[in-house]
């Protein structure tokens, strides 16, 4: 034989580098020569491997040791149907794992089990040992298995693999070890801790290698020789050795240094070769000699397990069997333990047809020859079913795993023929449930026996059938008695029963049987407490009890958040039964006591009707809240007299009288238009004073009830009452509040938001009666299911509600689309008659079935308004076009020639009939069929003004000619555009030759979904081309209106000059002198005005003192008379100067073009700006929580000032004049302590104030709005230095600043900031509104100003000191809105004594040498509380934090109840202003009520301007948001209020504060709905009948996001409030009575943008998978080219 075979052969067949070959290596080389060479090499090798196998079974055996000898082991793992566990081995499953042992180990004769691989997501800290003192009971060993596989495929470098193993491995040895100590914190997750490994573990096993295929090829390249360039066979085998080394190293570690011996598992599911063929053993031998060589694998492990997987074909078993028998083990160094698994299933008909018999008998056979090979060993794969074991995409596609229904898997690759091998029917026994029990039915008992264990869990005996599976053969198989075959799992879960029901109907079932029988005997309980705590059972009793309870009712509210003793909320005596209770109660009316000639007086006695708990209290609240709105009215009255043109110390009785007449009229205009009082009626001067009082008390008593002005309206319709008096309904209001409380989530079931309160009363009174109101009113909170069901809409349903909602609009675009398609394709022109019918039988058809489908839609309208008419014109207008269309379909293709004239006739007419209708019919004329009735009762309008202004809203043919150009010009678009892209490209023309001989196959697919997305992105194009039109038009539109009103170009500093003389010699036509444009506008005393605006621009450090002093001296009279001429250069000025006197020249010159507005206010001699009666009052409310109110020191001097260097980088020349201004050197390093002599307070002030201005900081703001209170300063018909009134009481007549921060006294550092800014201006009437939580006064602070309120609710409510403690008034009305302004006490005898008669004496110490001993002008001590009104509920209400109402809107509506202007300013705390447009700002006010008006109405209900960004300067986000914001506040709300649909987009806003009072707040509350709260305040404009107006020459000063991050954060929060402008009643109530002309402009106002940028954002997604599918059909862009 040696010389038969040469050394050239060793080395072809990869035996390079052994020495003379062996007896074993010359029989494997005969038998790898075979096939090429017949030789007589071939017949000695035969002869010599005939005489080896004759002993081969007791050659065998020398390769086993003790641990792999006599291994009878069945895989297992406890397994539960309809539930997987993370923790397989769970002490959870005890009860399944001690059945399922028991059996392996007595019925079936194993002493060893091999656990499966553990869940990656397997906890790193826990145990097994319960298992496996089980198994060592049993005697039973264990053999663990760990998978490499998720390890292998992520694709790690060396390190990265061994660290991830170890990382996982570690613990999992763990579950196997008793004792030793926990794991070190950052330790090696293999450090050995003590402890022994438990004495069932018998050795280790390894899975997840990679495929046989790949092993086999790495094997070769090693045995021929490999290099790095081969690449991933042997890539595949590096990593390999490495994880095996890694697993072996951590054993190691952790078993006190012994060796662990450690099998591979090689899985043969994707063999190389066929079992039986000649290259099947020949690659087992290749991969088992090459992974044994010592210099590679060869150390790491001690054995083989072979896995397979076969169908109960006979053949194929014995194939395999026969094969592993015939592999020569003499060649082999380790033990080949061989795991079987053969299903007891076979397909028939789709369906698995099990074979049990089969399978036992096969596993048997397999078994009798394995115990003379193998070392005597065997392991069952395995011994249960799992239905969900299958990785077939049939079985999870149709769910047929779970239940077995149909025959899935993978075919196997072992055998010759392709038997399918069921995955899920691999087990020795079958698993089953019954009545709550997890069963298993053996398949080695007769099958009639197990079949009926669902009528006995246990079975008396073993009921084996002939030839079946156990590891006992030949002996006897043990007879001893089985243990139950089901048993009831040790926890619950969800599972199959008998594959019929569903788990999650079996178990809520009988959850809700358990949840009955626990709530009856609860209800039992709480009904006898109740019963005997309150004497007397009730039903009131009983709901307030188990409100209590069950944490639903205010008290248990208070003791969740508040920790007050329980017992202060149960039932215990008759006062607290929750029912309600009555009690008269005498008002005081006394109005403008100190003025005998307005002095009104008049005893008013109201019943009061108001739950048992508030029966205490409930008089004292009413009359506080009746003297703090009696001081507002009274001012409200006098500013009217102003108004009206008196004179401070005139006395005019008719006028007093005509003051409260209209102030009558304006506070209760909401109701008397609900009650349908004619507007001219008036009744006595005390009644109007009385009731117009009394509703001021409603609405400050019903919290945010105000936000639901129709059940304002019926509360005081029932306090009104009849002849013998109406009742206050406070039980009402606490009813209401409560009941939205616990149903705040509105897309809960019967879930609720502010507008369904307010629906649930009617919005015109007609004929309702007091009893029917107040039933109406009590039945408000009541939701059906199906109407949460359907509002507010949520997914897909908000879609098709926008669609329903703008149908008309979107029907008219659909036929300029159709049109546009039949001219383009020439159907039009050359089949007229043919396209006609084909496009008015679909649009029939469409519009019928959407007709109907706008009856849901209906839902939306509030339920109690007329809605006869509009479902009968749905219903009609539906069935209608279905006839058409049903008509034009019936009607054949060739007709005879009598009818011919009628074929050519009905299509043409219907669509004609239709595009006049949506265009003109619909809107424009009166016919009441046709128009829809209004959402809400309309007030009289007053005849329209005889000139037009930049504010009036354009006629109805010129929107309607604005959209036909929009219309024409997306028609324009698609005939030359949008079809020809289309050109040729069809389903036929693109996928037919694809899609032949099959049309499944993946080009054929890949084709249509292509073709699919060409028309997807088609239909995306015609719905975003009027969003394209629409804003190429508004772009046009708005520049021609702006150039009209001189506003064009302003951003750009003009190199002509200005002229501030005030002569009418050599006035240019297109260069006006600027000095007489302010002398037309502001009167003579234009230069003062002029000197305060250069001033403050000084002030700001804007100019320097030169440039402010030539500035002056130029419009100086001596030198403007003595030169007119002498101009001054804007471009030599700052830019942000020059930006500001261009833009308030040009609106100069737009004001004094405009005839009505300076016919309004025409020129005054006086110094000053307006006569006092043009001035109208004006409340500037700012609302805030958490907003910077000055930059910190911190915040400046961190990081080295960075931020602090930031701001002086952007704005250096400002930098620069502070330090002029402040005659300080080096103030940089200075103020951040970087040289030795340090800057005083002052400066350090002084910056902190510069920066804060120059920032998005509560300063800015409130800088912004006190240039208005300086601008009328500067009128000394305001404010006279000679008055003995001071100047901040003076202002307060015409202005105030309502500054509402929501949590002042929590932060103290911000607390002190707001004082100090306070104390800045505390000339001017700034006040600050707060709410404070008497329960919680967690600051001193909060500690002093709850002092503060208990003693001026003390002398508001007239109650003695000891009242609120006696009462527990806190308890029952905890929170407080706070009015407060800054009063300075410097004198530390006023502190003092404040602190006395606050009866503050055990202050900390501190507080006392800081604030009180020294004066702070930050203290809480120069706080004067002016107002004070209790509430019952905090200001955001809701169920829990995910479903309060809207902070801001609660923040304005308590500011809402303290103002007292007649309009209001809406303001941001990022704004700012320009003194030079506050003075403009009277005009932009007498808007509301133009000279000549009635004083009882107003013309606007809402008026916006222009916004400057100020942030533009921040760098380039800021730059891009600027713009952005810029174009949107200028020309689109230019074009917005021109085409009569402008709403209220944020702040700044002017808005009438009686309708703000009347209708509902400034916003809207009701979360996840009003999340932009702002636009809702438009909408309540818009569906009123009211008009919201723009104006352009005014200007306002706002801050915007400059990073991405917050860019980002405004853009989610856009997204999410249009979202919920779609879900909103409002829009529908909007869409439903707007003209289609007009519904495209709301629907541009509105959603229109965000949903076509959204639509603009999905078609890039698929024109990428539009591509990505043409190359996966092979379709090349020059073949589509060429279609």
Excluded at 301 to 308: R, V
Excluded at 1269 to 1289: C, F, Q, W, Y
Excluded at 1368 to 1387: N, Q, T, V
Excluded at 1469 to 1495: D, H
Aim: aromatic share 10%; hydrophobic share 40%; net charge neutral.
């Amino acid at each position: 034989l040696d010389q038969a075979v040469s050394k050239p052969s060793l080395l072809a067949y990869g035996f390079e580098g052994h020495q003379e070959p062996s007896e074993a290596i010359a029989r494997r080389l005969a038998r790898m020569m075979q096939v090429q060479h017949a030789t007589n090499a071939v017949t000695i090798a035969l002869i010599l491997l005939g005489a080896v196998i004759t002993p081969a079974a007791a050659a065998s055996q020398e390769h086993c040791d003790n641990i792999t000898l006599d291994i009878r082991a069945v895989k297992y793992a406890p397994h539960m149907m309809g539930l997987t566990f993370k923790d397989k081995y769970t002490s959870f499953l005890s009860s399944l794992y001690n059945r399922d042992l028991s059996l392996i180990a007595n019925q079936l004769g194993a002493n060893t089990v091999r656990l499966v691989t553990p869940d990656f997501s397997l906890p790193d800290s826990g145990s097994w040992k319960p298992f496996l003192d089980e198994c060592w009971s049993l005697n039973l060993s264990v053999i663990p298995t760990f998978n490499i596989h998720y390890f292998m495929k992520e694709g790690l470098a060396a390190s990265e693999l061994e660290a991830s193993i170890e990382n996982k491995l570690g613990p999992f040895i763990r579950y196997f070890m008793s004792g030793g100590v926990t794991l070190p914190f950052g330790s090696h997750p293999c450090q050995p801790v003590g402890g022994e490994l438990h004495p069932a573990v018998r050795m280790w096993s390894v899975d997840g290698l990679p495929t046989l295929e790949s092993l086999v090829a790495s094997s070769r390249l090693i045995s021929q020789g490999y290099t790095q360039a081969d690449s991933e066979p042997m890539a595949e085998r590096r990593m390999t050795k490495i994880a095996v080394r890694s697993i072996q190293t951590c054993l190691h570690k952790m078993l006190g240094g012994t060796r662990s011996s450690l099998a591979l598992s090689v899985d043969l599911s994707v063999p190389g070769a066929k079992v039986g063929s000649p290259t099947f053993n020949r690659s087992l031998r290749d991969m088992f000699e090459s992974f044994e060589r010592p210099d590679f694998e060869g150390d790491l492990f001690d054995a083989w397990i072979i896995e397979a997987k076969l169908p109960p074909v006979k053949e194929g078993v014995q194939s395999l069997v026969q094969s592993l028998f015939d592999l020569n083990v003499e060649t082999i160094s380790k033990p080949v333990l061989p795991q079987l698994g053969v299903a007891a299933a076979m397909r028939r008909d789709r369906k698995p047809n099990l074979v049990p018999k089969v399978q036992q008998e096969l596993l048997l056979d397999s078994w009798a020859k394995f115990q003379n090979f193998s070392c005597g060993s065997m392991i069952i794969d395995e011994f249960s079913d799992d239905w969900s074991r299958s990785t077939s995409a049939l079985c999870k596609k149709n769910g047929d795993s779970e239940m077995m229904q149909s025959f899935c898997g993978e075919p196997s690759g072992l055998l010759t023929q392709t038997e399918t091998v069921p995955p899920e029917f691999l087990g020795l026994v079958a698993q089953a449930n019954w009545f709550l029990h997890s069963c298993v039915k053996p398949r080695w008992d007769d099958y009639e026996i197990s079949s009926s264990l669902e009528l006995s869990f246990c079975s008396a005996e073993s009921a084996r059938m002939n030839g079946s599976f156990h590891f006992n053969h030949p002996s006897a198989p043990n007879q001893d008695v089985p243990a139950c075959y089901c048993v009831l799992p040790s926890h619950l879960h969800l599972y199959e029963v008998t594959g019929r029901s569903h788990p999650l109907i079996l178990w809520l079932g009988g959850l809700a049987v358990l949840a009955l029988f626990y709530g009856f005997l609860r209800t039992r309980r709480l009904t006898m407490q109740v019963a005997k705590a309150a004497g007397r059972l009730t039903i009131p009793k009983a709901v307030v009890f188990f409100d209590n309870q069950l944490g639903m009712g205010r008290s248990a509210a208070l003791r969740r958040h508040r920790k007050l003793q329980k017992g202060r909320s149960l039932i215990s005596s008759n006062s607290a039964t929750g029912g309600s209770t009555e009690t008269i109660m005498l008002l005081e009316l006394i109005a403008f006591e100190n003025d005998p000639r307005r002095r009104l007086e008049e005893a008013v006695t109201i019943t009061v009707k108001c739950n048992a708990c508030h029966v205490d209290v409930i008089q004292p609240l009413v009359h506080n809240a009746w003297g703090v709105q009696r001081r507002l009215l009274e001012h409200h009255v006098l500013a009217e007299e102003r108004c009206l043109g008196l004179q401070w110390h005139q006395w005019q009785e008719d006028t007093f009288r005509m003051a409260v007449t209209n102030v009558w009229h304006r506070a209760l205009e909401s109701y008397h238009l609900w009650v349908g009082q004619k507007r001219g009626r008036v009744q006595d001067l005390v009644t109007m004073f009385h009731e117009t009082l009394l509703f001021y008390t409603v609405q400050a008593l019903a919290e945010q009830v105000l936000h639901c002005p129709e059940v304002m309206c019926s509360l005081f319709h029932l306090v009104l009452g009849d002849d013998t008096g109406g009742v206050l309904r406070y039980d009402l209001i606490c009813k209401l509040l409560d009941d939205y409380i616990h149903n705040s989530d509105p897309f809960y079931l019967r879930g609720l938001t502010l507008d369904d309160l307010n629906d649930a009363v009617p919005r015109r009174l007609y004929k309702c009666s007091l009893e029917q109101l107040e039933q109406r009113l009590k039945n408000s909170t009541y939701k059906s299911a199906l109407k949460s069901k359907c509002y507010p809409a949520r997914g897909i349903l908000a879609g098709v509600k926008l669609m329903l909602d703008f149908r008309p609009a979107f029907e008219l675009k659909s036929m300029v689309a159709i049109l546009a398609y039949g001219v383009w394709s020439d159907d039009f022109s050359k089949r007229p008659s043919w396209f006609c019918h084909q496009w008015a039988q679909l649009h029939a058809l469409c519009l019928g079935i959407l007709e109907l489908c706008s009856l849901w839609n209906l839902g939306y309208m509030h339920a109690s308004s007329p809605r006869h008419a509009q479902i009968f014109r749905r219903i009609v207008g539906g069935i209608l076009s279905l006839a058409v269309a049903a008509s034009l379909h019936v009607i054949p293709e060739e007709i005879v020639p009598v009818h011919e004239n009628l074929y050519k006739f009905v299509p043409p007419s219907f669509i004609i009939f239709r595009a006049v209708y949506l265009v003109l019919l619909r809107n424009n004329l009166p016919l009441p069929f046709l128009r829809p009735q209004q959402a809400f009762p309309q007030t009289q309008k007053d005849p329209k003004p005889k000139f037009d202004s930049e504010g009036a809203t354009a006629v109805f043919w010129k929107r309607l000619l604005y959209w036909l150009f929009v219309l024409l010009f997306c028609f324009t678009g698609e005939v030359y555009l949008v079809f020809p892209v289309m050109q040729g490209l069809s389903f036929d023309s693109l996928c037919s030759s694809r899609c032949e001989p099959v049309p499944w196959q993946s080009m054929c697919v890949a084709c249509y979904g292509s073709m699919s997305l060409i028309y997807i992105l088609l239909g995306s194009m015609l719905s975003i081309d009027v969003f394209m039109g629409h804003v190429l038009f508004t772009s046009l539109v708005g520049i021609i209106l702006g150039t009209q009103r001189g506003l064009s170009g302003m951003r750009k500093a003009p190199d002509s000059a200005v002229f501030m003389s005030d002569s009418e010699l050599g006035v240019g036509e297109n260069n006006p002198r600027a000095g007489k444009l302010m002398q037309r506008v502001f009167g003579n005393g234009w230069r003062h005005t002029w000197n305060l605006m250069c001033y403050r621009l000084w002030k700001e450090d804007l100019l320097s003192s030169a440039e402010a002093d030539e500035l002056m001296q130029v419009a100086a009279k001596s030198v403007s008379e003595k030169n007119p001429d002498a101009p001054f250069y804007l471009h030599t000025l700052h830019p942000v100067v020059r930006e500001r006197f261009t833009f308030f020249f040009a609106s100069l010159r737009t004001i004094c073009e405009d005839r009505q507005r300076m016919e309004e206010n025409p020129p005054i001699s006086h110094h000053g700006i307006f006569r006092t009666r043009d001035i109208m009052p004006l409340s500037q409310v700012l609302p805030a929580v958490n907003e910077e109110v000055i930059l910190q020191d911190e915040f400046l001097s961190a990081q080295n000032g960075a931020n602090l260097r930031w701001i002086i980088m952007k704005y250096p020349k400002e930098w620069q004049r502070l330090t002029e201004r402040l005659a300080e050197r080096n103030l940089l390093n200075r103020y951040l302590g970087k040289a030795q002599a340090g800057v005083s307070d002052k400066t350090r002030i002084e910056v902190r104030l510069w920066a804060s201005m120059r920032s998005q900081t509560v300063m800015r703001t409130v800088q912004g709005a006190v240039n208005y209170h300086m601008a009328l300063e500067a009128n000394p018909t305001i404010v006279s230095p000679h008055s003995a009134i001071g100047k901040r009481d003076q202002l307060d007549k015409y202005v105030e600043l309502v500054w509402s921060h929501q949590t002042h006294g929590e932060d103290n550092k911000k607390d002190s900031d707001v004082r100090r800014l306070l104390s800045l201006y505390e000339d001017y009437p700034i006040y600050l509104v707060f709410d404070l939580d008497m329960i919680h006064l967690s600051t001193l602070d909060r500690k002093v100003m709850g002092e503060m309120v208990r003693r001026r609710l003390h002398q508001g409510m007239g109650v003695p000191e000891e009242y609120f403690e006696d009462t527990h008034f806190f308890d029952h009305f905890p929170f407080i809105s706070c009015k407060a302004r800054y009063k300075k006490r410097p004198l530390v005898e006023e502190r003092r004594r404040l602190l006395q008669e606050l009866g503050l004496s055990n202050l900390d110490s501190k507080f006392v040498s800081s604030q009180v001993e020294a004066f702070d002008p930050t203290s809480v001590l120069n706080l004067e509380l002016v107002e004070a009104i209790p509430r019952r509920l905090p200001l955001m209400i809701g169920k829990n934090k995910a479903n309060l109402t809207q902070g801001k809107a609660g923040n304005q509506v308590m500011a809402l109840r303290f103002c007292r202007g007649f309009a209001l300013q809406a303001m941001d705390a990022n704004m700012g202003s320009f003194i030079g447009e506050a003075f403009k700002v009277p005009m932009v006010l007498k808007r509301f009520q133009p000279r000549g008006t009635s004083r009882d109405r107003v013309t606007a209900r809402l008026i916006g301007f222009r916004e400057h960004i100020f942030t533009v300067a921040h760098g380039i986000c800021g730059d891009i948001n600027a713009v952005a914001e810029w174009c949107f506040g200028t020309s689109i709300q230019r074009v917005q209020t021109w085409l009569g649909v402008r709403m209220h987009y944020g702040h700044p806003d002017f808005v009438d504060l009686h309708w703000a009072r009347n209708r509902g707040s400034m916003s809207k509350a009701t979360p996840h709905i009003n999340l932009s709260e702002d636009i809702f305040l438009g909408f309540i404009v818009k569906n009123r009948g009211e008009k919201s107006d723009h104006f352009d020459f005014l200007e306002w000063e706002k801050g915007r996001e400059v990073s991405f991050n917050a860019a980002s954060t405004f853009l989610y929060k856009i997204s999410g409030g249009n979202v919920g402008v779609w879900r909103s009643k409002d829009l529908t109530e909007s869409a439903m009575v707007l003209p289609t002309i007009d519904q495209f402009s709301v629907y541009f106002a509105t959603v229109g943008y965000f949903v076509s940028l959204t639509i603009i954002d999905m078609t890039m997604y698929f024109y990428v998978a539009f591509h990505v599918l043409l190359t996966l059909a092979s379709v090349s862009l020059h073949e589509l080219g060429t279609l």
